[in-house]
């Protein structure tokens, strides 16, 4: 990330928000949209880009700043990019359809919601387009073992972090309340924070519980793990699995593998894939540089987080409902073609 910054001559440094972005230089963004042709995937012109990830303490963070400095420091790379720190997917797309950024990392029903005009984006349907599937999202519900929890419904009346406003994490927190029966403005008393101050209030009691929506291993949640491990447990939140599935089919069962956190055992969950979008229009040669950059510097970005591991040609190309830019699929053909 440090070294990235220094390239670009833009003040992004890690635990950056939204409003230090826009106030060291506003629009990030000197791409330029698609048009049309054939797709070379040669960036003709130096281009700066911004990347939207999420919270400080968690994985798109963590990799978002390894992608940009792999994107701007590959061989003979004529792009630049930074990454800031953000609400996550629900801003992502938002910021991403305003041109702030050129890529967005989100969770794949979030993504659905934007193209299909649902959910949080009800009645207007964004124009954005999947860059790649990555990795998986596992919902890690955790509880203060002194505050009388042991299922969703038991939240009532409770103080729950939900997450950043506008994130991926509180999208799937409400649905899971409104699964449980819970009505998220009036049954719980909701705390609409970011990683850092959940955390922070879990472990001095000033939260109950919190839900959180990310890859694994997510590093506020290790954080956690580590220095309150005697006083917090996970839930099981499976059985709302057939509820959340009534919402969006993407949700699928998973389990948190017990030497993650250092768990007494695997912890069941319900997962979600994560997508790398970007606008349906933009330049097509970018969109395919950049997405050669992900698989071709892989192993750097498992460096920066394990998450990185779940990566793959294979899944790559499982974006739907959202369709996956033109640049992407000459991109994935590219790497998929036979040596």
Not at 52 to 76: C, D, K, M, R
Not at 225 to 240: K, N, S
Request: aromatic share 4%.
């Amino acid at each position: 990330m440090k070294r990235a910054s220094r390239v670009l001559a833009v003040v992004t440094v890690a635990g950056m928000g939204l409003a230090s972005l826009v106030a060291c230089g506003g629009r990030q963004n000197t791409a330029s949209t698609d048009a049309g042709g054939e797709v070379t995937c040669d960036v003709a012109t130096e281009t700066r880009i911004g990347i939207a990830t999420g919270n400080a303490t968690g994985v798109y963070f963590a990799l978002g700043n390894a992608y940009a400095e792999q994107i701007s420091n590959a061989p003979g790379s004529r792009v630049r990019a930074t990454a800031a720190e953000t609400g996550a997917s629900v801003q992502n797309i938002q910021q991403l359809v305003a041109g702030t950024y050129a890529v967005a990392f989100s969770l794949a029903d979030t993504a659905a919601d934007a193209v299909q005009g649902t959910g949080s984006f009800a009645g207007q349907k964004q124009p954005v387009q999947a860059l790649a599937r990555i990795h998986t999202n596992f919902t890690q519900v955790i509880v203060r073992k002194d505050a009388g929890i042991s299922s969703v419904a038991d939240m009532r009346g409770k103080r729950v972090s939900t997450g950043s406003p506008k994130s991926g994490t509180e999208v799937i927190a409400n649905r899971l309340l409104q699964a449980a029966g819970l009505n998220p403005e009036k049954d719980i008393q909701a705390q609409r924070l970011d990683l850092t101050k959940t955390v922070d209030g879990m472990k001095d009691g000033s939260i109950d519980a919190l839900f959180w929506s990310g890859g694994l291993p997510t590093p506020g949640i290790t954080d956690l793990l580590t220095t309150a491990r005697d006083q917090v447990t996970f839930l099981d939140i499976t059985p709302l699995l057939g509820e959340m599935k009534k919402v969006n089919p993407v949700y699928e069962e998973g389990a948190v593998p017990a030497a993650t956190y250092g768990t007494p055992a695997d912890v069941k969950t319900i997962v979600v894939p994560n997508f790398l979008l970007v606008k349906e229009d933009l330049d097509a040669d970018l969109v395919c540089v950049l997405t050669k950059v992900l698989f071709e510097r892989k192993p750097q970005l498992e460096q920066a987080n394990a998450a990185a591991k779940e990566i793959s040609l294979q899944f790559a190309w499982r974006t739907d409902p959202v369709i996956l830019h033109r640049g992407a699929a000459k991109a994935l053909s590219d790497l998929n073609a036979p040596k």
